[in-house]
């Protein structure tokens, strides 16, 4: 969801840095429920993913270069 969230109002987002962080906390995620690791001091599966997402989506954005924005698009994110 924050993938989806910030990379709607995020100029710098980029489609590469959306799919691998997706995929990527997707695949943690899965492996850590199905697997029954337990996370130190009660700290849910889900909450690493989202780190690793978050960490993912900003790194990988800020490291590629995003395609130019049509003007209309450009101007309502302005907005």
Do not use: C, Q, Y
Not at 6 to 24: D, E, P, Q, Y
Not at 39 to 57: D, K, M, N, R
């Amino acid at each position: 969801m924050p993938t989806v969230a910030i990379g709607f109002n995020w100029k710098r987002a980029t489609a590469l840095a959306a799919n691998v962080a997706i995929i990527s906390s997707l695949a943690l995620n899965f492996f850590i429920e199905i697997r029954g690791i337990e996370v130190p001091h009660g700290i849910h599966g889900g909450a690493i993913s989202l780190l690793l997402s978050l960490t993912l989506f900003f790194g990988i954005s800020l490291l590629t270069k995003p395609k130019p924005l049509p003007e209309e698009i450009d101007a309502i994110m302005d907005v």
